[in-house]
């Protein structure tokens, strides 16, 4: 659990994004990062995530996708 807020930065700024990196233990590109907010959805890709944008009016799409980058689809 991470909370940009409390780190004294916060997104698009790369360290909030890189402590969930380390936290995880996983190599950027195998992590799936979504947001509504394109800002910060660069900001994952800044740092190697594969970052999906997340249509409010539609987040089943977004989540369509992240399945299937992960591999979790039919």
Known sequence: DLD???LGVRKPDP?????????????????VFI????????????VGMQSILLDVRDPGAAFAD???RLGLSD
Do not use: R
Request: net charge negative; proline share 9%.
């Open 4 to 6: 940009s807020t409390e």
């Open 15 to 31: 360290q909030p994004y890189l402590i969930a990196i380390e936290q995880m233990g996983l190599p950027a590109s195998e992590i």
């Open 35 to 46: 947001d509504d907010n394109p800002t910060y959805v660069a900001g994952g890709d800044a």
């Open 66 to 68: 992240a399945a299937e």
